[in-house]
Each structure stands twice: as C-alpha cells, then as structure tokens.
C-alpha cells in the first residue's frame, strides 16, 4: 500500500503511545506503525524528495509534532513522548480518525497554526492545487515547492540551449565538464573541445587534471529530433578508430530506446546525457543559472542545551 500521509497516522499513532502505558520514541513508533499498516520494504524505503529521510518516518514525525502541538502527546526527554490526559479522554470519545479539523479544537493548536511558517507551508501545497491542504507535512510541502522551481528552471533553461548557435552550445558543454572536474583548465579544455573534426567526434578532453586519461565527446544540439542508434554508432566507431574506450555524447534533445539497448551492449564505455540530465547537471554545477535566493532551514541544536555538570 503506498504511505499514508501524516494526518491518517495521527490516530494510529496516538493508540500506539497509549498502549505502550510510557514512554515511546519515533523510531519505535515507526517501527509499530509500519508493521501494523503492513507497509513494504518499497513502502519504507521511499525518500523525499531531497533523499535525506524517508517518507513515513517524516509522516510519523510531523503526526506527533502536530498531537504535541494540540496536547495530545507531550515530550518527555530528547527523541521520546508519552501520552497526556487529553490525549487518552480524546481516545475514550472512540474518534474514527484524527486530523488537523479535529486538532483546532484545542487553543494551543490554534496559536500553532498561525505561526508563519505553517500558513506559508500550506499556501504551498494549496497554490498546487490540492483540495486538503494538511495532507502534506511542512517538510513535504517546502521540498515540493522546490522541485517545482527546478522543474521549470529546467524547462526554461533547455529551451535556451536549443536556440543558442552550435559554437555558444560548445562553451556551455566546456563549462561544464571543467566543474564537473574534467578538462584540466577551462583554457586547455576550450582548446581541445571542437578541435578533432574526426568524423562522430566533436572534441577530446582530459579525463583529470593530470591528464591521465582522455574522454571523446559528441554534442549535438538538436530540437525535437531523438538521436538514434545510428548516431551512437558512428560515435562508437569514431571511437575505436582512435583506439579510446570512453565517451560522452550530449544532446539538448533525448535518445531513442534502440540508442540507448546499443550502448549497453558494446565494450567502450559511452555515456550518453540527454537534455533533461543536461539541464539538471548545470543546475547542480551552477552553470547557466544563478543563485537569486536561499532559505535555509533549521532545526533545533538539542546538544546545545545540555547543561553540564
């Protein structure tokens, strides 16, 4: 079953804590709950989208920050909470879920709503169009505003390689291989980049800075047209008339299927960017694009507040 989001966890959560008649941490929350709802392997390996933390254990996190923030749970030392009286009376009423609907019913969840950061949380999930807008955590939203960002960032960055003229798409290819570590310097990689005119290769650069290795490189920026198994090959064969083993073939646009199985198959290694890995590497290596804010996000320092003796 795929992963319930945070609000569907709060009652199963709350249950749990009562039954455990103490204490209980997140982890063994986690671990109760996934065996209860019968969740995969696939179910718990699932990440957000910045690959930091899992789904559901973020799911149970933000179910028990939000019962804490309503009373129903209090904290107990770092990582662990057990439930209060409010929370065991909420469960003798025998709700048939808990949710954040529920949850304003008490004033301490109310004041907790308002803070800044939450409204702006559910703004974002809202202007995406959902009709509930508690069904994400904080976390989720923050992160899905991003990739949305980055999403359209790359679109409307591949549409600027596919109008720039072929020698500008070479620079750009220059500047980002040089980040990524290739080439040596930027001078030496400028100098060997569109300098072969060997038929399917485009230019040669260093493998490192040391220059103790070489990559061939093939780059075509093209619209809407895929490359295909042919182009591959010539470049493949390009390749073993120069006695080289590695490649890299660039295109703004995508390769075909029977491009790709081919490429698998042979013994140089080719490795084959499309526009959609093109993109998401400038992104990354800062190239093209430029940083015009940054919200970094904070969590509480609890070794800070450890007194000493």
Not at 237 to 248: E, P, S, V
Not at 272 to 290: N, R
């Amino acid at each position: 079953m795929a992963v319930p989001d945070y609000q569907s966890l709060m009652l199963s959560l709350l249950q749990f804590v009562a039954k455990t008649g103490g204490e209980t941490s997140t982890s063994e929350a986690v671990e109760a709950l996934a065996k209860e709802l019968s969740l995969s392997d696939e179910d718990l390996k699932e990440m957000l989208p910045s690959g930091i933390q899992s789904t559901f254990v973020n799911r149970v996190g933000w179910a028990s920050t939000y019962m804490k923030k309503a009373g129903l749970l209090e904290a107990t030392r770092r990582g662990f909470y057990q439930i209060t009286g409010r929370g065991r009376d909420l469960l003798k009423k025998q709700p048939k879920t808990i949710n954040v609907k529920l949850l304003k019913q008490y004033p301490e969840f109310l004041e907790f709503q308002q803070l800044k950061g939450t409204r702006s949380g559910d703004k974002v999930v809202e202007s995406k169009g959902t009709s509930d807008v508690s069904t994400a955590t904080p976390s989720e939203a923050l992160e899905s505003a991003y990739e949305n960002l980055r999403d359209e960032l790359a679109d409307e960055l591949l549409g600027r390689l596919k109008k720039i003229s072929p020698a500008f798409f070479e620079r750009v290819v220059v500047e980002l291989l040089v980040k990524m570590g290739y080439g040596g310097s930027r001078s030496d990689a400028g100098k060997a980049i569109g300098r072969s005119g060997d038929g399917g290769i485009d230019g040669i650069i260093k493998e490192d800075k040391l220059g103790l290795d070489v990559v061939y490189i093939q780059a075509k920026r093209w619209d809407n047209n895929p490359v295909g198994r042919p182009d591959v090959m010539q470049f493949a064969g390009a390749l073993q008339a120069q006695r080289a083993t590695k490649g890299i073939f660039i295109t703004t646009s995508r390769f075909t299927d029977d491009a790709r199985s081919y490429v698998s198959q042979i013994g140089s290694k080719i490795v084959l960017i499309d526009g959609e890995q093109l993109t998401s590497l400038m992104i990354e290596h800062d190239v093209g694009v430029s940083t015009v804010s940054l919200y970094p996000v904070k969590k509480v320092d609890s070794d800070y507040f450890e007194e000493s003796i």
